[in-house]
């Protein structure tokens, strides 16, 4: 298994996996692909094992107006056969190590037990905008005193349609 940034040739691989993850959801595989056409930048990682991208991670900007305060962790999966076996927790722990995140600013809307894992921990500001109440949205170093609406690049809401839920462990 080997973690690595993803390259242009993989993209192809994980709008697969991403609908393979989500399955019955466009949106993941949406967005994503959107952030590639569009050319925002994101922080992305995959894993590969036997040539096969088996897992992704991706961190785009997240705003307080038109001004950046950290970076959303979205979306995150891995294949269905891999699941359950770490994949996904080394490849989170891989990337908060990376420079271009380890201190900065992260906000995930997920799973509180999953994420608490990696350091994650609730946050009653920012007001995340598809979660009214925070009960699934997340922070790491994160010390915002101003109430605002979190930000989201507009690929968010321009792919097929909001996540309804919380990403993170899913139960099967």
């Keep these: 298994m080997k973690i690595q940034k993803l390259t242009e040739e993989n993209r192809i691989k ?8 989500f399955p019955g959801s466009e949106y993941e595989a949406e967005l994503v692909q959107k ?5 925002k930048p994101a922080h992305e990682w ?17 705003y307080h ?10 979306p995150m999966a891995v294949t269905p056969e891999f699941q359950r076996q770490g994949v996904g927790s080394e490849l989170l722990r891989f990337a908060l190590r990376q420079e271009a995140i380890k201190n900065r600013t992260l906000f995930v809307f997920g ?14 500001l920012p007001i995340c ?5 925070n009960t699934h949205f997340l922070s790491i170093r994160n010390d915002t005193t101003t ?9 968010f809401k321009t792919a097929e349609k909001p996540p309804s839920r919380p990403q993170g462990k899913k139960r099967r």
């Design 147 to 155: 109430r605002f609406i979190v930000g989201y690049e507009p690929e």
């Design 111 to 124: 799973e509180p037990g999953y994420y608490k894992k990696f350091g994650f921990e609730p946050c009653s």
């Design 35 to 39: 952030f590639h056409e569009n050319g």
């Design 65 to 74: 107006g038109s001004d950046v305060c950290g970076l959303h962790l979205a």
């Design 14 to 21: 994980v709008y697969a996996l991403l609908r393979r993850a």
């Design 129 to 133: 905008p598809i979660d009214k109440d």
């Design 46 to 62: 995959v894993c590969i094992h036997t040539n096969r991208v088996i897992g992704y991670v991706a961190f785009s900007n997240a």
